[in-house]
Nanobody, 122 residues
Framework: VQLQASGGGLVQAGGSLRLSCAAS????????IYWFRQAPGQERDFVARIPLIGGSTRFGETMKGRATISSDSAKSTVYLQIDSLKPEDTGVYYCATTRSLVAPMASQMDYWGQGTQVTVSS
């Protein structure tokens, strides 16, 4: 499985971004796409997850209420919409995948995308 994350950039506090994670490979229907955020000098924190074919969603505490995750199964792409961005949201956002729905730890992922930088200015 290969993952390609995109959509990051520089945005002012209070703004929004939509990140994309395009998946390719075999048996994609079995996989769940996770988003993690890695702030400078920090570990990767769980942001949200959704099965690539759609369905139940789950969010980490740091962005609950400000993030929306969705899946376009026809395009094998997952979108992460983040609203009301704060300077502390700055970091590299990675999409990753595993078959499990209950795997919010970075160490539990099987495949990773390359990450996309999000910078929020105050």
């Amino acid at each position: 499985v290969q993952l390609q994350a995109s959509g990051g950039g520089l945005v002012q506090a209070g703004g929004s971004l939509r990140l994309s994670c395009a998946a390719s490979g075999r048996a994609l229907d079995n996989y769940v796409i996770y988003w993690f955020r890695q702030a400078p000098g920090q570990e990767r924190d769980f942001v949200a997850r959704i099965p690539l074919i759609g369905g139940s969603t789950r969010f980490g505490e740091t962005m609950k209420g400000r993030a929306t995750i969705s899946s376009d199964s026809a395009k094998s792409t997952v979108y992460l919409q983040i609203d009301s961005l704060k300077p502390e949201d700055t970091g590299v956002y990675y999409c990753a995948t595993t078959r499990s729905l209950v795997a919010p730890m970075a160490s539990q992922m099987d495949y990773w995308g390359q990450g996309t930088q999000v910078t929020v200015s105050s």
